[in-house]
């Protein structure tokens, strides 16, 4: 009896091991380069959506986000203004992969939600905050706000826009970019060449060289004026000097050098 006891604990423990099995994460063989687009002005921050082949590209000069497909520019949406779709002080966009836009407007303390084709959907004010200058989406139904006044960084819950929590007090001086996913929040000091590291419920974890982000399979990557590096595999692509902000959606890089963004593909080994 103790002998059958054994090995149908042994057989729900193989099952239950299999049953919660992961798949290795996909290794980065390399970066390729596949496609550079030139705008009239120069370019703060820009992403691209995979789904529609669509750049959005943030000017603070005018104010705007100029959105870009088919080799043309086809909308745009902000500039300066008291309306509801413009801008006081436009200081940072996210975007979502469905498409929709989250942008900040520092002065009026707003983040302001449009679709795919810049149509306003909605805001949501921002209570007890200083200055805000800096957004990140999670994939948890939340966003994050670096307030530069208070040197922190706040989560709020998308759907009922109210705060969670704070952090990042002591570690954080200076964020140029905001990156988070559903493991991680990374802040990017540009002076200091270096990102902070936190987890996502906004405990520090360390300090890294460049500016850090993370794809689909958590897999590090980091970008100085001299080159991309996966931190988990061999991936390596040299870069020209005067490289400005990197954001990544799905297996998408989009990297701004002053009125161009160049979009490097993320190729993939296979899974043995």
Known sequence: MK???????????????????????????????????????DIDKAFYHTGSKTICAM???????????NGKQQNTIGGMGNQASNFRSLADFVMAEDGNLYALD????????????????????????????????????????????GAEIIAYDLLDQQELYRFGKFELNRVDLLFANRDYVIAYDSQKGQSALFSSLGQFIAHDTGQVVYDTYNNAISLTSEAMISKMSAAWLPMTPGVGLMTIMRDTIAIVVGNQVRLLKLDYAPVL
């Open 59 to 69: 000017q603070s000069n005018s104010q705007q986000i100029v959105y870009w497909r």
């Open 106 to 149: 520092a002065v009026a303390k707003v983040i302001k939600k449009f679709n795919a084709d810049g149509k306003l959907l909605g805001s949501m004010e921002l209570n007890y905050v200083q200055q805000p200058s800096k957004l990140a989406l999670g994939s948890r139904q939340n966003i994050f706000v670096y307030d530069s006044a």
């Open 3 to 41: 002998k059958l006891f054994l090995l149908l604990l042994g057989a729900l423990v193989l099952f239950g091991c299999s049953g919660t099995k992961k798949s290795p994460p996909m290794v980065i063989s390399t970066f390729t380069l596949f496609e550079t687009v030139s705008f009239t002005g």
